[in-house]
C-alpha cells in the first residue's frame, strides 16, 4: 500500500485541486513546460504524460479553427504505445488538421509499431545511434544495397550536433544544430 499512496500523492501535487477550473490557454500564446521526473517510477509518468495529453487534444479540438497552434515536444518516446487509438499516433496522423502537432525524441526505438507510427512524420531527424546500431538504421532507411552502403557511411561519419534527414527528392541530407554563439549553420547534400 505504501508505493500506492506515495503515487497517489505525487499526483495530487501535479494537478490542481478540483474545486478549480483547469486551462490550458490556448487563445494567448506562450509555452507550459511539465516535467514528470519527480515521480518516483516510469508507468506513472508515463500515464500521467498521457492523460494529460489526451486532455490537451480533447481541449484543442474543442477550440476547432480558433486558438493558438500546439506542439508538444516529447522526449523518451520509446516509453509510450504506438498503437492504433493512442493520443501519439492521433497527433501523427490527425494533427495537421487542428494545428497541433509533436515532436517526439528517442534515442532507440525497437518496437516495430512505434516505428511505423513515427515513419508518418514529415520529418525525421537522425542523430548517430552509436556503433551498435548503425547498421539496423541504416537497413531502415535504405531501399537497395548501394544506398544502404551510403546510409552506413552517412550515419558513421556524423559527429555531435550533426544530423541526417530525407531531403524533399528523397535524397539523404545531413544538416547541423546551429551553434547560436557563432551563428554558424552548416548542410551538406550527399
Not at 62 to 78: A, K, R, Y
Not at 116 to 139: I, M, S
Request: hydrophobic share 40%; glycine share 6%.
Amino acid at each position: 500500500m505504501a508505493p500506492t499512496l506515495l503515487r497517489l500523492q505525487d499526483l495530487d501535487n501535479l494537478l490542481p485541486p478540483v474545486s478549480q477550473t483547469f486551462s490550458w490557454a490556448l487563445e494567448r500564446p506562450g509555452i507550459t513546460i511539465l516535467r514528470f521526473d519527480t515521480l518516483p517510477n516510469l508507468s506513472a509518468q508515463t500515464m500521467i504524460t498521457q492523460f494529460l495529453l489526451f486532455d490537451l487534444w480533447s481541449e484543442k479540438l474543442s477550440w476547432g479553427e480558433g486558438g493558438c497552434p500546439v506542439v508538444v515536444v516529447l522526449d523518451e518516446c520509446q516509453r509510450f504505445r504506438f498503437t492504433e487509438n493512442s493520443i501519439l499516433n492521433r497527433i501523427l496522423r490527425e494533427g495537421r488538421k487542428y494545428d497541433f502537432s509533436g515532436w517526439f525524441a528517442s534515442q532507440w526505438i525497437n518496437d516495430k509499431n512505434a516505428v511505423a507510427t513515427l515513419n508518418q512524420a514529415a520529418l525525421r531527424a537522425y542523430f548517430y545511434p552509436g556503433d551498435d546500431k548503425v547498421n539496423v538504421l541504416a537497413k531502415r532507411l535504405a531501399c537497395d544495397n548501394n544506398s544502404l552502403q551510403d546510409y552506413k557511411r552517412l550515419l558513421h561519419e556524423l559527429r555531435i550536433g550533426e544530423f541526417m534527414y530525407i531531403g524533399p527528392h528523397g535524397r539523404p541530407l545531413v544538416n547541423c544544430v546551429p551553434d547560436i554563439k557563432k551563428e554558424e549553420k552548416c548542410a551538406m547534400i550527399c
